[in-house]
């Protein structure tokens, strides 16, 4: 097991049965010209969280823990984005065209990971149509298969499709811990108070601490 200082109190997790989730880490969301800079976001705020990202997925990938990556996205002919996601977003919306393609399409250059934290052989790509990344998605079956019982939850927004993916990982019985460095909202007070909520209570839905902590810890 090993031990790390984390909020509300210290977090012990053993890394055989512990997967490193990064969470929608793609260029829609992060780089100009896609989606999230689309709906009026200013991009720089998410970029913060690529360095962490990559040294804690460094460090994952030293350790032999599992790494899961996701993305959200949908088919390009829409029929797994509902009606009411569809017309959400003001002016812009999914399936639009971009300066990276159609928004938020699979297989179009804007949907796909930044290069930064591109996955590597063997690193499962879930790919999601809502939020949270359990639901419709095959995740839980393969993280089950691989005996995986904590996650480190990385990604953006941590607000949006993080704190979704935490509490539905919450609710299927595994222990969560964000390390909040690792993760970045387009609205910063968004990002402090979801992940006040996450440690609320004891640890309501799990714990939070950052980059360097889990990265010592893994060492
Ligand atoms: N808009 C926003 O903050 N987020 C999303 O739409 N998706 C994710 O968080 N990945």
Redesign the pocket.
């Given at each position: 097991m090993k031990t790390l200082d984390a909020q509300p109190f210290a977090y012990s997790f053993d890394p055989a049965t512990t997967a490193l989730i990064v969470?929608?880490m793609?260029r829609d969301?992060v780089e100009p010209h896609g989606?999230?800079e689309a709906?009026g976001?200013d991009v720089s705020l998410l970029r913060r969280a690529i360095d962490p990202c990559r040294r804690l997925l460094d460090a994952a990938r030293r350790a032999g823990l599992f790494v899961v990556h996701t993305r959200?996205g949908h088919r390009p002919d829409l029929s797994n984005c509902p009606a009411a996601k569809l017309t959400r977003g003001g002016k812009t919306f999914i399936g639009q065209q971009g300066s990276m393609g159609r928004i938020l399409i699979q297989g179009e250059p804007g949907h796909d990971i930044i290069p930064e934290l591109y996955p590597q052989a063997g690193e499962p790509i879930i790919d999601k149509p809502g939020?949270g990344a359990f639901f419709a998605t095959d995740l839980h079956l393969i993280l089950q298969a691989r005996g995986i019982r904590s996650l480190i939850i990385c990604?953006?927004?941590t607000?949006?499709?993080?704190q979704?993916t935490a509490r539905e990982a919450n609710d299927r019985g595994y222990e969560v811990l964000i390390p909040e460095d690792c993760c970045a909202?387009?609205f910063p007070e968004f990002h402090r108070a979801a992940l006040e909520m996450i440690k609320a209570q004891g640890a309501i839905v799990g714990w939070v601490s950052d980059a360097d902590a889990v990265i010592d810890a893994l060492r």
């Open positions: 969470i929608d793609q969301f989606f999230g709906l976001n959200e939020k990604g953006v927004t607000e949006v499709c993080v979704t909202s387009y």
